[in-house]
């Protein structure tokens, strides 16, 4: 399944060249929020599937599409805001600010790279500094998500239970010795869940958001050029409830 979905979307991004690409949602399901480890079963072995995403900082989003998607030509995949809640960042080490923009980018064969953005006061850190990044996430399948809580458990790691952060992502947060805050994320509702499809907005959805960073219509329409989004919106839980 995992490739033809990929062919459907490479296709239709031939087809509408110029403007966004649109992927069917037509074989998509929905997702709850509601799965726990309950009813997983315990992999042998933790099998992680490289790299989900990074997640980097910038105090400027704009800047930011433009070189990701204007320069790399990237497609951006995911537009959206954190919660106004600051839960997350006092449980799991979210970023200590409400509602600020959290946007991702298509790295390609699945990786992501996104960005959040947060105030522009923040000072600049210094690359060569340890721990700056904001945290790495890792995708595995449901029994290795298992598994990996199990041996956190074994080993005395702190971690936080499985958080439903939106569309298929359930991860559990936790730091290695150096302090780096990590994630694994894994579907807990599907097994043959597609990867990157099943992560899209629609494509109103994504230029809702996208209107508060470019009023200016004519503007708007340029980045939305750069969107990958689904043809109408899946049902189910959306981001960061």
Known sequence: MKATVQHDVETTREARAG???????????????????????VASRIALRN????????????????????????RLAM????????????????????????????????????????????????RDVDGTMQHVAFYADRGSLHRLVKRLDEHGVWHTPPLYVG??????????????????TADLEHDDCPRDESLLQSLEEVRAELRTLYPDAAELERVMEYVVALDRP???AGPYE
């Open 234 to 236: 899946v049902p189910g």
């Open 79 to 126: 537009a959206f805001r954190t919660s106004a809640s600051l839960e997350k960042s006092r449980v799991a080490g979210a970023p200590p600010f409400p509602n600020i923009r959290h946007y991702m980018f298509e790295m390609g064969d699945g990786g992501m790279l996104a960005f959040f953005e947060y105030p522009p006061d923040t000072p600049r850190g210094n």
């Open 167 to 184: 569309w298929r992502l359930y991860s559990v947060y936790f730091y290695d010795p150096n302090g780096i805050r990590l994630e694994v």
């Open 19 to 41: 403007g966004p690409a649109l992927v069917p949602a037509g074989g998509l399901r929905p997702h709850t929020g509601t799965a726990t480890l309950a009813s997983v079963p």
């Open 51 to 74: 790299v989900d995403h990074l997640a980097l900082n910038t105090t400027d989003m704009r800047k930011t599409i433009d070189f990701y998607c204007g320069v790399l030509e990237m």
